[in-house]
T-cell receptor
Framework: GAVVSQHPSRVICKSGTSVKIECRSL??????MFWYRQFPKQSLMLMATSNEGSKATYEQGVEKDKFLINHASLTLSTLTVTSAHPEDSSFYIC????????????FGSGTQLSVL | DQQVKQNSPSLSVQEGRISILNCDYT??????FLWYKKYPAEGPTFLIS?????DKNEDGRFTVFLNKSAKHLSLHIVPSQPGDSAVYFCAASGHYTGANSKLTFGKGITLSVRP
């Protein structure tokens, strides 16, 4: 299957700092990528849909000014958590579409963010 | 509001036996369902899917059953193998096309297959 690389896998930061997470499609071009968040013992929740060359579409309740998404190329989308606070501590995971249909959705390995 | 529910957090079965993982959904607009498998420190990987026009889809040891009237689907793994031990996520979509493959996930079920 297609490979999606996500970095870093784990980050610990102080409250008030910004953290950038990268999601790369290594062997395919992805016009569409998705960002999810998972709190402990909860389901993966879609945060936003990232489209190459255009603004991301955020799900209801997700602050676009806090979670900045940039999809400047067909192989890279970034999520920046601005002024992170302890309540932003969570598991963030991206996915990228390699074709048509949900079966063509490939996931990164996720980033565990801990904000002190 | 949890639209996709996996009410059992874990399941343990003996190697060689059948594993049955259940999933319920509440949104009648969902018309496509998928199962993903996730190992620790890895992202979920696609396992099997089913469209709402079918009630069964089989792929090797994996079979997914869909009961639309009950808004229930299940994943059967037979025979179960130790390598099947992982977290299994049920996911649903209201759109099949790639243009909008927005998925709603359940919380996942941790399957342990005992040798």
């Amino acid at each position: 299957g297609a490979v999606v690389s996500q970095h870093p896998s784990r980050v610990i930061c102080k409250s008030g700092t910004s953290v950038k997470i990268e999601c790369r499609s290594l062997d395919f071009q992805a016009t569409t990528m998705f960002w999810y968040r998972q709190f402990p013992k909860q389901s993966l929740m879609l945060m936003a849909t990232s489209n190459e060359g255009s603004k991301a579409t955020y799900e209801q309740g997700v602050e676009k000014d806090k979670f900045l998404i940039n999809h400047a190329s067909l192989t890279l989308s970034t999520l920046t958590v601005t002024s992170a606070h302890p309540e932003d501590s969570s598991f963030y995971i991206c996915s990228a579409l390699s074709g048509t249909g949900a079966e063509k959705l490939f996931f990164g390995s996720g980033t565990q963010l801990s904000v002190l | 509001d949890q639209q996709v529910k996996q009410n059992s957090p874990s399941l343990s079965v003996q190697e060689g036996r059948i594993s049955i993982l259940n999933c319920d959904y509440t949104n009648s607009m969902f018309d496509y369902f998928l199962w993903y498998k996730k190992y620790p420190a890895e992202g979920p990987t696609f396992l099997i899917s089913i469209s709402s026009i079918k009630d069964k889809n089989e792929d090797g040891r994996f079979t997914v059953f869909l009961n639309k009237s009950a808004k229930h689907l299940s994943l059967h793994i037979v025979p179960s193998q130790p390598g099947d031990s992982a977290v299994y996520f049920c996911a649903a979509s209201g759109h099949y096309t790639g243009a909008n493959s927005k998925l709603t996930f359940g919380k996942g079920i941790t399957l342990s297959v005992r040798p």
